[in-house]
């Protein structure tokens, strides 16, 4: 089987090598000053206004950035460094992409010197503790919804992840998968580590229940939201706020238990401008830097909480705002540790094994639906929970339905296992570097993975539609079947 | 409440009840018509709608089919499928040229080889803007661009324009290009499937204009194999579109299943073009549906997007209803694409709601009309309703007379009229038998009529006529009944007139009293009033009987006042109201008196110390009646001293009674030959006076037999 990354298929392709080559080199000779190489995955939208800062403010700096993906970046950077063609800087969201580099000692520390930046929030530190790499914003991970759908569907604002399990978002959510993006990767983790580990699996096969399709991007995640191709998605702040700003019927709420990732910027070894780079990451922590940061099109948290007062009405603040202060710690190191073991196993059973977990939520939705029409007395005018004390079969229904659900919910393996010596056999992402017999072990590790999500979810919704079947048709129940203990 | 605290009268009532019911009808007719009209109007526009949107489908139909058909023929011509060369044209432009001038839809037509030359030519007539970038000279209608040899490192692009005919115009000279139409969208689609196939929306790689292809690859037999395909643009959808707007506020765009919006009349709002950052191909930027910030495009379109969509519904946006069709496109014109269109419901509503609001605004002139009416019916039904009651409360007061004078076409109001009418005939029938005046005055005093009676002081009447025996002698019963009956009618109306009660009527005589049952002051001045009245009515009746020359009645008359038991008498079935006691006997035995003096009316003393000095009376005499202790003095009563003519004494008597003024006190004194005296001047100036001959009778006897020493003038009447 392909294990391929998606992405790495074109990143070799002649043609993407020459857009590279023509990037690195043809470009740079501009009035006899190396330009500033910037690699980011950044859009125009937000590194264009900080761009244009920068060089109004320092006219004898050019600079040159280079847009490519989080993966791709990384790669890039790694090949340019091998090859002393080191771009300058790398400006990115997610951490652990910084991590890998200051790993494969591919980044130079640099303390910057610019005053009034915090150094942590809610006892997490922003930057990196050898200063590998600078954070300059911030962001939480949230839910984000369009209004038309919970206007349409009479539900509440959704407040917690939780929330996103209710049946009316089944097919409704979009979601990205943490191997394709940095910042999905780190939602998942921090449920993962907020919920503990087997509630957190719980929750994320309940939210991938109700996924229609994942993501691509963890861009495209918003843009369906907003086209009403999906009633809500799991995002990052920024991507909300500009949609909402840009006027669309959007909202976005950080869950209660949030997360607060920094997004970074750093030096990479042997680049050629690094007075300028430096001058560079020290613009972007000043306060006119930072106050690019409360642009509607970019809406991030700034890491100066001086900046704030410059902030439009409405703006979160994490430095005074209670809920954002609540943070949980977030643990690095556990993350790093299993950082593919989770991507690997949830594209195992969440997206692969994304037909089989549809269509036992599907049921399980069902039995849920079909108790409460069963117990709930329905008016045109109003609803009455009405315990109906002779529904036959009710207790032995309920009983099967937490059963699906407890099946469902299971995690796939154990927290010990994801950072045992699974996390040993998947720590070599790069697969030009693993050998045919690592590649094979993998292999056959994830294959087991899904045969088990796929078995466990065949089974739950077995479950889920035994108990509508007790409900709907209560003598045709199968004879292998016995009425549970306290069942009628 | 006080206002109507007698009850609401029947014409605010008839009125309240009319406007009411009317205004109900009125108002549900209007609103079921308004309903009944606006449903069919919103079936109407359901149905418009529908058949827009079919129209659209079938425009696409008629754009794309013959494309495809024509694709499908194209492919198997033997001379598309010969490779271009530089240097002449391609075999196959003449025919090329030929579609374009026959499907004014579309664009350009080319086909690409495996080998990677191409060939295409372009309608450049409705593109100026791309006629002049191409710098083509004056006139050209078709361009055609030929690639041919597949080294991008030589010139091997050549441009040649065609006028209208196909005649050429002009040549570039050749170009260096990194064109490749096997990296093209249309190339590897068609490539995929045998079939004719429509792309999806994107940018044509010459013009650089957007819009859709049809590809289909053909097998070249022994030569290269390669794809034939055809470029509509956008630009004449969207021209199309504006034309199915039927008005200003409908909304008609194309969007896809990511929710971008994939045609809109206007395409400058749908879509761009972008260069791509990363390849810096031109690419086209679809707008999303919800970029247009259109609240009704946003409510339908996301209604759809969530399954709460159904067609010909109608939604409300800023409290404005509208309604909408959504409409897929087949797969085989567009993937996955939907024309959708919503208008205001008040479009289709309007002209209803306006008839609605016409119809109403009659039923509020025609009712203000029809008002005044109802209030003429309903003040005539109740007029004539009052005058009934006025009638009844009439009878009640025992005013039977006249006739009962309602009219109305009412039956029922009119049967209450003859009843009225009836039972007032009735009771004017029934009445003649009891005392009208008595039982009215009873039912004025308010008191429960029952037996019983109290002590009180009266002042009674007795009547009586002289010669009355001998007259029903010679005259017939009907005569003698109806002379009686007139007679009696004309007294009690002169003893009702002034208040007395009329007691019974004893044959020709009449017995009445007065103070009670209402008590009345001054009495005995209202009876002597009476008695007058009966002295002139019976005059007045004699001088017209004696004029027919019937026989006449005289009347006399006699009061007296004393205490008397007055009440009902009887059984409950029968009762009488009448005075009992010695003062009754009394007055009927003075009126018989009447006789002795030759008087017409003798009242007693008890009479005449009540009534005031406007009564002309003179002692006759002082009697004791039988039965009676106390000696009366009697007083014959003369008339008025002022007064109405009839009543009044004439002059002349007044020397008469200015003589007989000292007679009673010479008669006490027993100077009989002084009386005697006087009583012979009398009787020479009233010849005959009875008075005059009784008194000389009286004292010529005393003369010769005086009376007992203790006389005082009293005479003794030992008989009844």
């Keep these: 089987m392909d294990t391929r990354h998606p992405t790495s298929q074109w990143i070799w392709t002649p043609r993407f090598l020459i857009i590279l080559l023509l990037l690195l080199f043809a470009k740079r000779p501009v009035l006899g000053a190396e330009p500033l190489v910037i690699v980011t995955p950044f859009p125009k939208v937000t590194y264009e206004p900080f761009q244009r800062a920068f060089e109004k403010s320092h006219p004898e700096i050019k600079l040159e950035i280079i847009r490519l993906k989080t993966d791709a970046a990384i790669k890039a950077i790694q090949k340019g460094v091998a090859e002393g063609k080191s771009p300058d800087l790398f400006w990115a969201s997610a951490k652990d992409a910084f991590e890998i580099l200051s790993d494969d000692d591919q980044l130079v520390p640099y303390h910057s010197a610019v005053p009034g930046v915090a150094q942590q929030i809610g006892g997490q530190p922003i930057h990196d503790t050898d200063h590998h790499f600078t954070g300059f914003a911030l962001s939480s991970y949230g839910i984000m919804w369009n209004g038309y759908f919970t206007r349409l569907h009479q539900l509440p604002d959704p407040e917690e992840w939780e929330d996103l399990t209710h049946p009316a978002y089944f097919g409704q959510l979009s979601m990205c998968t943490p191997a394709l993006s940095g910042t999905t990767h780190m939602t998942v983790e921090s449920i993962l580590q907020n919920y503990g580990w087997d509630e957190g699996w719980r929750l ?103 900046v704030y007062a410059q902030a439009p009405r409405g703006f979160p603040n994490p430095f005074t705002n209670k809920s954002l202060l609540a943070a949980q710690p977030f643990d690095v190191e556990l993350s790093k540790k299993r950082y593919a073991v989770i991507n690997q196993l949830f594209d195992a059973t969440l997206v692969k094994g994304l037909p089989e977990l549809k269509s036992a939520t599907k049921a399980i939705h069902l039995a849920s639906k079909t108790i409460e029409e069963k117990t709930t007395w329905k008016t045109p005018w109003f609803t009455l929970p009405w315990y109906l004390p002779n529904v036959p079969n009710l207790a032995w229904a309920r009983e099967k339905l937490a059963e699906a659900r407890k099946r469902l919910g299971t995690a796939p393996i154990t927290l010990e296992e994801s950072t045992g010596n699974l996390a040993e056999i998947f720590s070599e992402v790069s697969n030009d570097k693993l050998s045919a017999e690592q590649k094979g072990k993998q292999a056959q590790i994830r294959a087991r993975w899904q045969a088990d999500t796929r078995q466990t979810a065949k089974e739950a919704e077995k479950l889920a539609q035994l108990a509508t079947q007790l409900l709907n048709n209560p003598n045709s129940v199968p004879n292998e079947q016995t009425p549970a203990k306290g069942a009628p | 409440m006080k206002l109507f605290s007698k009850g609401i009268p029947f014409h605010i009532n008839l009125l309240s009840i009319f406007l009411l019911v009317v205004s109900a009808l009125c108002g549900s007719v209007t609103w079921y018509n308004y309903n009944a009209n606006a449903s069919s109007a919103t079936t109407a526009a359901q149905v418009l709608l529908q058949q827009v949107n079919q ?191 039927f008005s200003e506020s409908s909304q008609l765009f194309f969007f896809n299943g990511k929710g971008e919006l994939t045609a809109h009349p206007d395409p400058a709002k749908s879509m761009r073009i972008a260069i791509d950052e990363k390849t810096g191909d031109p690419v086209l930027v679809l707008a999303r549906v919800s970029d247009l910030h259109d609240r009704i495009l946003n409510e339908l379109f996301y209604r759809y997007q969530y399954g709460f969509w159904e067609n010909g519904m109608i939604f409300e946006v800023n409290g404005e209803k509208h309604i909408g069709q959504i409409t897929p496109v087949p797969d085989r014109y567009a993937k996955d694409t939907m024309i959708a269109i919503t208008v205001p419901l008040k479009e289709f509503l309007g002209p209803i709601s306006e008839n609605g609001m016409r119809s109403l605004i009659f039923a509020v002139i025609a009712l203000a009309l029809a008002m005044p009416i109802i209030l003429i019916i309903s003040v005539r039904i109740s007029r004539t309703l009052r005058l009934l009651v006025a009638e009844t409360g009439r009878i009640r007061q025992f005013q039977l007379t006249g006739e009962v004078n309602v009219r109305s076409s009412v039956s029922e109001i009119k049967m209450l009229t003859q009843s009225i009418a009836a039972m007032k005939t009735a009771l004017n029938t029934f009445g003649q038998y009891v005392p009208k005046a008595l039982v009215r005055q009873l039912i004025e005093s308010g008191k429960a009529v029952g037996l019983g009676g109290d002590r009180r002081q009266l002042t009674l009447m007795f009547t009586d006529v002289s010669g009355f025996t001998s007259m029903s002698e010679i005259m017939t019963a009907e005569d003698l009944t109806h002379k009686i009956s007139e007679y009696l009618k004309h007294l009690t109306i002169a003893i009702l007139d002034n208040g007395g009660t009329i007691d019974k009527y004893i044959g020709d005589s009449i017995m009445a009293f007065w103070n009670a049952p209402a008590l009345l002051e001054n009495h005995p001045t209202h009876a002597c009033r009476a008695a007058l009245g009966c002295a002139v009515a019976s005059r007045e009746l004699n001088d017209h009987w004696k004029q027919l020359g019937e026989p006449v009645m005289f009347t006399r008359i006699g009061l007296h006042t004393g205490e008397a038991v007055v009440g009902n008498i009887g059984s409950t079935d029968r009762m009488d109201y009448t005075a009992m006691g010695a003062t009754v006997n009394q007055a009927s035995r003075i009126e018989a008196l009447n006789t002795l003096y030759g008087s017409q009316i003798l009242i007693t003393d008890t009479v005449a110390k009540e009534i005031g000095p406007e009564f002309v009376i003179r002692m006759v005499d002082k009697v004791l009646p039988k039965g009676v202790k106390v000696p009366v003095v009697l007083y014959e009563l003369l008339g008025l001293r002022d007064g109405p003519e009839a009543m009044r004494v004439p002059e002349e008597r007044y020397r008469e009674l200015e003589l007989w003024t000292p007679v009673m006190g010479l008669y006490q004194n027993r100077q009989w030959t002084e009386v005697i005296e006087i009583c012979q001047r009398l009787l020479e100036m009233v010849p005959g006076s009875t008075l005059a001959t009784l008194y000389i009778r009286r004292c010529e006897q005393f003369k010769e037999n005086p009376p007992p020493p203790e006389w005082d003038g009293t005479q003794v009447f030992l008989r009844k």
Excluded: C
């Design chain 2, 55 to 245: 129209k659209i489908v079938e425009r696409f139909q008629r754009a794309f089919d013959p494309v495809f058909s024509l694709t499908d023929i194209v492919t198997t011509i033997r001379s598309i499928k010969e490779l271009p060369t530089l240097a002449r044209p391609h075999p196959s432009q003449e025919f090329l040229i030929q579609i374009l001038s026959h499907n004014p839809q579309v664009f350009a037509v080319y086909m690409g080889y495996d080998t990677g030359d191409f060939v295409e030519v372009f309608n450049l007539e409705p593109a100026p803007d791309f006629r002049q970038k191409l710098k083509a000279p004056e006139g050209t209608h078709y361009g055609v661009m030929t690639i041919a040899n597949d080294d991008p490192e030589l010139p091997r692009k050549r441009w040649v324009f065609l006028d209208k005919n196909g005649f050429s115009l002009g040549v570039h000279p050749l170009e260096k290009t990194d064109y490749d139409p096997r990296l093209r969208p249309w190339f590897i689609n068609a490539k995929e499937t045998s079939e004719a196939k429509a792309s999806d929306l994107y940018v044509f790689g010459t013009s650089k204009k957007p819009g859709v292809t049809v590809s289909q690859a053909f097998l070249g037999d022994d030569d290269v194999d390669g794809v034939f395909g055809v470029d509509m643009t956008v630009g004449h959808f969207a021209g199309f579109l504006q034309q199915q707007q």
């Design chain 1, 204 to 306: 994320l096969k309940a939210l991938g229940g109700n996924v229609r399709e994942f993501a691509r991007n963890s861009g495209d995640v918003p843009d369906a939201v907003t086209a009403g191709t999906a009633g809500a998605g799991v995002v990052i702040d920024f991507y909300a706020l500009t949609n909402k700003a840009s006027g669309h019927d959007v909202a976005y709420t950080p869950p209660k238990r949030p997360s607060l990732v920094p997004a970074n910027i750093a030096l990479i070894k042997n680049g050629p401008n690094s007075k300028a780079a430096k001058q560079f990451i020290d613009f972007l922590l000043t306060p006119e830097g930072q106050k690019i940061l409360l642009l509607p099109e970019i809406n991030r948290l700034p890491v100066n909480p001086t």
